[in-house]
């Protein structure tokens, strides 16, 4: 059971908006930054989002991230077939004193 | 451009010890924060340690506190993971990362990872 909980599946069309959610308590989304990662298969995870709704570079405007409370999304506008993946959020947890992963959600594209 | 290579991993029998290394290059080492991050078969990452810049300051996952250790050799720009008592569900691929510049938990640069199976 992991700490911070995201569905376990999402989907969508080319073009559609799709947002994948992050729940946690206040001892880490509620006090901290949160942080997305996108895993393709067999790949290492990429860092996608930091610190709530910052994007590196490189990282489409297509995806956006948001926080309110103890909860956190990712936004995927214009969904491409590349962006099928897994996706996990991350955050400090005060409580644990570590740094805690979603237990991720799968994105199909259909 | 940015390199983390892992190695020392390998199948181990439950209570053995493996120790696992990372090279890195392509950038100062010794100013990022650097973390140990698994990946069991089908789960999700389970971030393991983290170790400052100097090595001062290091965090660990309550699941392996006083069985791991993490240390970080500038000279050799190296990053190890020194582990101990090994469980059967400390089977995973495990990652070396760089935290981005100014951060310690967020993970810019990944290694390709080293596989430990545990067990009889």
């Known amino acids: 059971q992991s700490v911070l909980t995201q569905p376990p599946s999402a989907s969508g069309t080319p073009g559609q908006r799709v947002t994948i959610s992050c729940s946690g308590s206040?001892?880490?989304?509620?006090?901290?930054?949160v942080h997305w990662y996108q895993q393709l298969p067999g790949m290492a995870p990429k860092l996608l989002m930091s610190?709530?709704?910052e994007r590196p570079s490189g990282v489409p405007d297509r995806f956006s991230g948001s926080k309110s409370g103890t909860s956190a999304s990712l936004a995927i506008s214009g969904l491409q077939s590349e962006d099928e993946a897994d996706y996990y959020c991350?955050?400090?947890?005060?409580?644990?004193?570590?740094?805690?992963f979603g237990g991720g959600t799968k994105l199909t594209v259909l | 451009q940015v390199q983390l290579v892992e190695s020392g991993g390998g199948l181990v029998k439950p209570g053995g010890s493996l120790r696992l290394s990372c090279a890195a290059s392509?950038?100062?080492?010794?100013?990022?924060?650097m973390s140990w991050i698994r990946q069991a078969p089908g789960k999700g990452p389970e971030w393991v340690a983290y170790i400052s810049r100097t090595g001062m300051t290091i965090f660990y996952a309550n699941s392996v506190k006083g069985r791991f250790t993490i240390s970080r050799d500038s000279a050799k720009n190296s990053l190890d993971l020194q582990m101990h008592s090994l469980r059967v569900d400390d089977t995973a691929l495990y990652y070396c990362?760089?935290?981005?510049?100014?951060?310690?938990?967020?993970?810019?640069?990944w290694g390709q990872g080293t596989l430990v199976a545990v067990s009889s």
């Open positions: 206040r001892s880490n989304i509620g006090s901290n930054s």
């Open positions: 392509g950038f100062a080492f010794s100013d990022y924060y």
């Open positions: 610190d709530d709704n």
């Open positions: 990362a760089r935290a981005a510049y100014g951060s310690g938990i967020i993970f810019d640069h």
């Open positions: 991350s955050a400090w947890d005060d409580s644990l004193s570590g740094l805690v």
